[in-house]
């Protein structure tokens, strides 16, 4: 939640002709990450909240492509927070996935 609101944060200064472009992907892709850490949590497999940490780290890899492309337009800075925090909730997201897969496949291993 707090890359969220660091995007928007970050997004709130570009350009208004950029609002409805690069700004709202950006945005959208922020919320997705939660939205889908939620969602997956909420399912009752581990396999289906796998699979949506995965769809949150895809999200992640977008909105990395679209700060960069922010960054190489000059509506954002090289050093600027988002970055560091795209990379630290990268890491987390990648953690839980792997630590639910692991444990899921330890499940399947003790049923047979």
């Given at each position: 939640m707090?890359?969220?609101k660091q995007?928007?944060?970050?997004t709130a200064g570009?350009?208004?002709?950029?609002?409805f472009g690069l700004a709202l992907q950006m945005r959208r892709a922020a919320v997705s990450v939660p939205s889908n850490?939620?969602?997956g949590a909420a399912r009752r497999s581990s396999k289906e909240f796998a699979h949506?940490?995965?769809i949150a780290l895809e999200s992640l890899a977008e909105l990395d492509t679209q700060m960069e492309l922010a960054i190489a337009?000059?509506?954002l800075e090289q050093t600027c927070k988002t970055l560091e925090a795209?990379?630290?909730?990268?890491k987390l997201v990648t953690g839980l996935r792997r630590s639910i897969e692991a444990k899921s496949h330890r499940s399947q291993i003790t049923d047979h």
């Amino acid at each position: 939640m707090a890359l969220v609101k660091q995007v928007y944060a970050d997004t709130a200064g570009f350009p208004s002709d950029e609002r409805f472009g690069l700004a709202l992907q950006m945005r959208r892709a922020a919320v997705s990450v939660p939205s889908n850490i939620a969602e997956g949590a909420a399912r009752r497999s581990s396999k289906e909240f796998a699979h949506f940490l995965s769809i949150a780290l895809e999200s992640l890899a977008e909105l990395d492509t679209q700060m960069e492309l922010a960054i190489a337009l000059g509506f954002l800075e090289q050093t600027c927070k988002t970055l560091e925090a795209r990379a630290d909730v990268a890491k987390l997201v990648t953690g839980l996935r792997r630590s639910i897969e692991a444990k899921s496949h330890r499940s399947q291993i003790t049923d047979h």
